[in-house]
C-alpha cells in the first residue's frame, strides 16, 4: 500500500497516519542488514508485533530503533478472532518516547542523538500543528510542514498556531484579534446560506413571546414521528411535577382525544375559540390529575376550515394568553409539517420540541426543522427546547444510524439526553386510551419514567424548576 | 496523536459548522484565493460543487473520527475508510489536478481562518488546536498518498500468516 524511509516520515508519523484509518494494517520495519519486523494496527488499536525474537510491547519499542531504515504499510484481511491489543497508539507512543533510543536496541550502528531519533532536519515530517506566518500577498510563506528537527516531543502537538496578523500592505478580510472575540466591527461576513447559525435559533428566546410565558408546541417536519403521544405523555409528566399545565390540540384532525379513546367527549376546542373569540377556558376538559386539563382542537362542528389557511399566530397568542392566567405551561401538539397551522402556532408558541422519528426517511426530512425556523423573522422564532428522538430501535442499525447521525449533525444543545424506545407498551396504552403513566399507576412501566426524565430536562431548559433554596444536608451521619 | 478530547472537541464544533456549512465554505475559498489568487484557476469557474465537496469531506473525516474506542475491531468498507479515503485523495490531488506539495499549508490557513470566523466565540485555542492537528494529519496523508511508490492500492490486500 505504501512505502518509503524513515529519512522521510519518522515511525511514530506513519503510525499516526494510519490509525486515522480503521483497517487491519501491518506495518513493517527493514534494516540494511536484513533485520525486520511488523507492527499491526487495528481502529487506533496495536493489535501485536513481531520483531526477532521478541513479541508484544518489548518487540513493539525495539522496531522504534534507529537501525530501521525502511518501511512498508500493506493491508490484511481481518483475522477471524483479533487478540487483545497491546494497548492504544498514543499511549504506547508517548510510552516510547520517553525512552532513548540507544536502550531500545543494542545496534552498532545507533547514531548519536540528542534524547530523540537521528533526522535529517531538512526533510523531517512530525505532527506538530503547522506554523501560519503571516501572509504578504506577494511573498512566499515557510511550508507550515517543515518543522523543527530539534523539537523535543512531535507528538507534543497542543501548541496553538499563531493568527495571522494582517501587515501593512494587507489586502485581506479584517483578522479577528483572537479566537475568543466575536467579529470585529465593519467586517462583512455574507451569509448566503439558508441557515443562519442554528445556536442563535436555541438561545434567542421569541422575544415578542418570551415575557408572557411559556408555550412549548411539539412539532415534526415528518408525520408519523409521534408528536401526539410525546406531546401527551410529556403533559403528564410535567404536571406530575406540580405544574399546571393545559395540553393543547393544535391540529384538527384532533389526535389527542384520538389517543385518549374520547372525541365523543370535545364539545369545542381550540379552533372554535379561535375563531370566535370566546374563552378557551370553558372548554377544557379535566383529566384525574388536578393539574392536567385538555383542550381540545374541535368539537362536534368542523370550523370554518379557511381558518387553516390564515395566519392565525395573533388569535393563537391571545388564546395562549388566556389559558396562561391559570396555568404555568402550554403543551402543544401541532399538525404535521412545519408550515401552515403549525406556522401559526409555532409564531405564537415560547420554545419548540422537535420529535425526530429514528427512521432514514424522517431523518432527512428533518433538515426542515431547522431551515423553517431560521425563514422566520429572529422576533417571530420560538426558542428551540429541544429534539427527542422517538421510536428509537436499538437492536437495528438504520434505526441507530439516525440517532449517530442526530450526535454528529445537530447542534450539540439540542439533543436530549432522553430518548424514547419503540415499544409494545405504546400500542397498548394507545388501545387502552390512556398515557402509559395510568396504565396501572401503581407500577408504571418503565418507558413512564422516561417521560418523566424528558420533562426534567424541559423543565430545567425552560427554567421551570426553582434552584434549591436551602444548602444541601450532610449526608453521612 | 489524535486524543478523544480532541475528536470530541471536533465532533462538537463541527455540529456548530453544519448549519452554517454554505458560509464556511464561502469564507474558506474566499481566504485561499486571497492567498492565493493563482489557484483560482485551477477551479471550475462556478465554485458551488466544490463548496459542497469540501463540506461533504469535511462531514466525513468528522463522521470517521467519531467511533469509541471499544469499536476497534468493527470492520469498515474500504471506501469508507478514512485512511483508504485519504490517501487516494492526495494522489488525485498530486497527479490529476496537479496541486503541489507546497498548496498544504495554505490551504490549512484558510480552513482554519474559515472556521475562526464561523464559529466566532466558539473558535476556542482547544478547538483550533484540535483541527489545526487533524487537519496536519490529513495533509501529511495527503502528501503520503501522492508520493507512494506503489498506487495506494486499497485491494492489495494481503493474506495474513
Known amino acids: 500500500m505504501l512505502r518509503g524511509t524513515f529519512e522521510e516520515h519518522a515511525l511514530r508519523d506513519v503510525l499516526e497516519i494510519v490509525s486515522i484509518g480503521r483497517q487491519y494494517v501491518g506495518v513493517e520495519v527493514s534494516s540494511a542488514q536484513g533485520e525486520s519486523g511488523v507492527i499491526y494496527v487495528k481502529g487506533g488499536q496495536v493489535v501485536s508485533a513481531d520483531a526477532l525474537d521478541l513479541t508484544g510491547l518489548p518487540a513493539f519499542r525495539s522496531l522504534f530503533s534507529a537501525r530501521f531504515e525502511k518501511f512498508r504499510v500493506f493491508r490484511m484481511t481481518t483475522p477471524a478472532a483479533l487478540p487483545i491489543p497491546l494497548g492504544s497508539l498514543p499511549t504506547l507512543l508517548l510510552d516510547v518516547s520517553t525512552e532513548r533510543p540507544e536502550a531500545l536496541a543494542p545496534g552498532p550502528t545507533a547514531a548519536p542523538v540528542e534524547g530523540?531519533?537521528?533526522?535529517?532536519?531538512?526533510?523531517?515530517?512530525?505532527?506538530?500543528?503547522?506554523?501560519?506566518?503571516?501572509?504578504?500577498?506577494?511573498?512566499?510563506?515557510?511550508?507550515?510542514?517543515?518543522?523543527?528537527?530539534?523539537?523535543?516531543?512531535?507528538?507534543?502537538?497542543?501548541?496553538?498556531?499563531?493568527?495571522?496578523?494582517?501587515?501593512?500592505?494587507?489586502?485581506?478580510?479584517?483578522?479577528?484579534?483572537?479566537?475568543?472575540?466575536?467579529?470585529?466591527?465593519?467586517?462583512?461576513?455574507?451569509?448566503?446560506?439558508?441557515?443562519?447559525?442554528?445556536?442563535?435559533?436555541?438561545?434567542?428566546?421569541?422575544?415578542?413571546?418570551?415575557?408572557?410565558?411559556?408555550?412549548?408546541?411539539?412539532?415534526?417536519?415528518?408525520?408519523?414521528?409521534?408528536?401526539?403521544?410525546?406531546?401527551?405523555?410529556?403533559?403528564?409528566?410535567?404536571?406530575?411535577?406540580?405544574?399546571?399545565?393545559?395540553?393543547?390540540?393544535?391540529?384538527?384532525?384532533?389526535?389527542?382525544?384520538?389517543?385518549?379513546?374520547?372525541?365523543?367527549?370535545?364539545?369545542?376546542?381550540?379552533?372554535?375559540?379561535?375563531?370566535?373569540?370566546?374563552?378557551?377556558?370553558?372548554?377544557?376538559?379535566?383529566?384525574?390529575?388536578?393539574?392536567?386539563?385538555?383542550?381540545?382542537?374541535?368539537?362536534?362542528?368542523?370550523?370554518?376550515?379557511?381558518?387553516?389557511?390564515?395566519?392565525?399566530?395573533?388569535?393563537?397568542?391571545?388564546?395562549?394568553?388566556?389559558?396562561?392566567?391559570?396555568?404555568?405551561?402550554?403543551?402543544?401538539?401541532?399538525?404535521?409539517?412545519?408550515?401552515?397551522?403549525?406556522?401559526?402556532?409555532?409564531?405564537?408558541?415560547?420554545?419548540?420540541?422537535?420529535?425526530?422519528?429514528?427512521?432514514?426517511?424522517?431523518?432527512?426530512?428533518?433538515?426542515?426543522?431547522?431551515?423553517?425556523?431560521?425563514?422566520?423573522?429572529?422576533?417571530?422564532?420560538?426558542?428551540?427546547?429541544?429534539?427527542?428522538?422517538?421510536?428509537?430501535?436499538?437492536?437495528?442499525?438504520?434505526?441507530?444510524?439516525?440517532?449517530?447521525?442526530?450526535?454528529?449533525?445537530?447542534?450539540?444543545?439540542?439533543?436530549?439526553?432522553?430518548s424514547i424506545p419503540r415499544n409494545s407498551v405504546f400500542l397498548t396504552a394507545s388501545y387502552e386510551g390512556l398515557p402509559l403513566g395510568m396504565l396501572d399507576e401503581a407500577n408504571p412501566p418503565a418507558a413512564t419514567y422516561l417521560f418523566d426524565l424528558l420533562a426534567s430536562e424541559v423543565a430545567d431548559r425552560l427554567q421551570l424548576t426553582k434552584p434549591a433554596t436551602r444548602a444541601p444536608r450532610a449526608f453521612l451521619l | 496523536m489524535l486524543t478523544e478530547a480532541e475528536r470530541q472537541l471536533i465532533g462538537s464544533s463541527w455540529r456548530l459548522v453544519v448549519p452554517i456549512a454554505e458560509t464556511a465554505a464561502d469564507l474558506f475559498y474566499r481566504r485561499l484565493f486571497e492567498l492565493r489568487p493563482e489557484y483560482r484557476p485551477l477551479f471550475a469557474t462556478d465554485i458551488e460543487v466544490q463548496k459542497r465537496k469540501l463540506i461533504k469531506m469535511l462531514a466525513f473525516v468528522v463522521k470517521s473520527l467519531n467511533y469509541p474506542a471499544s469499536a476497534w475491531k468493527d470492520n469498515v468498507p474500504i471506501d469508507e475508510d478514512l485512511l483508504l479515503v485519504v490517501l487516494a485523495m492526495g494522489r488525485r490531488h498530486s497527479e490529476l489536478y496537479g496541486v503541489p506539495n507546497d498548496a498544504y499549508a495554505p490551504t490549512g490557513e484558510a480552513l482554519i481562518w474559515a472556521l475562526d470566523y464561523g464559529l466566532g466565540e466558539a473558535f476556542t485555542d482547544e478547538v483550533r488546536s484540535a483541527w489545526t492537528h487533524v487537519y496536519t494529519l490529513l495533509a501529511a496523508t495527503m502528501k503520503m498518498g501522492s508520493n507512494a511508490v506503489e498506487p495506494a492500492d486499497p485491494s492489495f490486500v494481503q493474506a495474513s500468516a
Open chain 1, 116 to 418: 530523540g531519533h537521528p533526522r535529517r532536519p531538512s526533510q523531517q515530517l512530525t505532527m506538530a500543528p503547522p506554523t501560519l506566518e503571516p501572509v504578504e500577498p506577494k511573498a512566499q510563506p515557510a511550508s507550515a510542514l517543515e518543522f523543527d528537527a530539534t523539537a523535543a516531543h512531535p507528538i507534543a502537538v497542543s501548541a496553538v498556531a499563531p493568527m495571522p496578523k494582517p501587515t501593512s500592505a494587507t489586502a485581506y478580510l479584517p483578522v479577528p484579534e483572537s479566537s475568543k472575540s466575536s467579529r470585529p466591527p465593519g467586517s462583512e461576513v455574507p451569509v448566503r446560506s439558508t441557515l443562519s447559525s442554528a445556536s442563535a435559533v436555541v438561545m434567542a428566546a421569541n422575544s415578542d413571546n418570551a415575557r408572557h410565558g411559556h408555550v412549548l408546541a411539539v412539532a415534526s417536519p415528518k408525520g408519523g414521528a409521534g408528536k401526539t403521544t410525546i406531546a401527551l405523555n410529556l403533559a403528564l409528566s410535567l404536571a406530575r411535577r406540580g405544574l399546571r399545565v393545559v395540553l393543547i390540540d393544535g391540529d384538527v384532525n384532533g389526535d389527542i382525544l384520538s389517543s385518549i379513546n374520547a372525541r365523543q367527549r370535545s364539545v369545542g376546542g381550540a379552533y372554535d375559540a379561535l375563531a370566535s373569540g370566546a374563552d378557551p377556558a370553558d372548554l377544557l376538559l379535566k383529566t384525574s390529575l388536578a393539574t392536567l386539563s385538555i383542550l381540545p382542537a374541535v368539537g362536534a362542528a368542523l370550523p370554518d376550515l379557511a381558518l387553516l389557511s390564515q395566519d392565525t399566530s395573533a388569535s393563537w397568542r391571545s388564546l395562549f394568553d388566556r389559558l396562561l392566567t391559570n396555568a404555568d405551561l402550554l403543551v402543544v401538539d401541532t399538525p404535521a409539517g412545519m408550515f401552515g397551522a403549525t406556522h401559526s402556532i409555532l409564531t405564537a408558541a415560547s420554545h419548540v420540541v422537535g420529535v425526530l422519528q429514528a427512521e432514514s426517511v424522517a431523518n432527512r426530512s428533518f433538515e426542515m426543522f431547522a431551515r423553517s425556523l431560521d425563514a422566520m423573522a429572529a422576533a417571530k422564532r420560538p426558542a428551540v427546547a429541544g429534539v427527542v428522538l422517538n421510536m428509537l430501535q436499538a437492536a437495528q442499525s438504520a434505526s441507530l444510524a439516525v440517532m449517530q447521525d442526530a450526535f454528529n449533525n445537530l447542534p450539540g444543545e439540542w439533543l436530549f439526553d432522553v
